[in-house]
Nanobody, 116 residues
Framework: VYFVESGGGLVQPGSSLRLSCAASGFIFRRYTMIWYRQAPGKERGFVAG????????NYADSVKGRFTISRDNAKNTVYLQMNNLKPEDTAVYYC??????????WGQGTQVTVSS
């Protein structure tokens, strides 16, 4: 199993970023894909998820209306479009793959820093 996470960086408040998580080594379309984030000194927390079958999405309250999760099963990739970024969005962002049997895979993380 292998992930390539990309798209992170240093941006100013109000800016946008698009994170990508390209996966290989498992049947991507069968897995729910989830983005988590972990800020310094804090626990890793849920950001957004998208199911395998219907593509149903859900979001943490703190990012609703600003972030959009999507997936391209043909490219084995999940995305996180982040708009109107705030300093409190600064964190390492991780993608996670999860199937209905409890199998879980994690990406290596990508840093997002929002600062003026």
């Amino acid at each position: 199993v292998y992930f390539v996470e990309s798209g992170g960086g240093l941006v100013q408040p109000g800016s946008s970023l698009r994170l990508s998580c390209a996966a290989s080594g498992f049947i991507f379309r069968r897995y729910t894909m989830i983005w988590y984030r972990q800020a310094p000194g804090k626990e890793r927390g849920f950001v957004a998820g998208i199911t395998s079958a219907s593509g149903t999405t859900n979001y943490a309250d703190s990012v609703k209306g600003r972030f959009t999760i999507s997936r391209d099963n043909a490219k084995n990739t999940v995305y996180l479009q982040m708009n109107n970024l705030k300093p409190e969005d600064t964190a390492v962002y991780y993608c996670k793959a999860m199937d209905g049997l409890g199998v879980v895979y994690w990406g290596q993380g990508t840093q997002v820093t929002v600062s003026s």
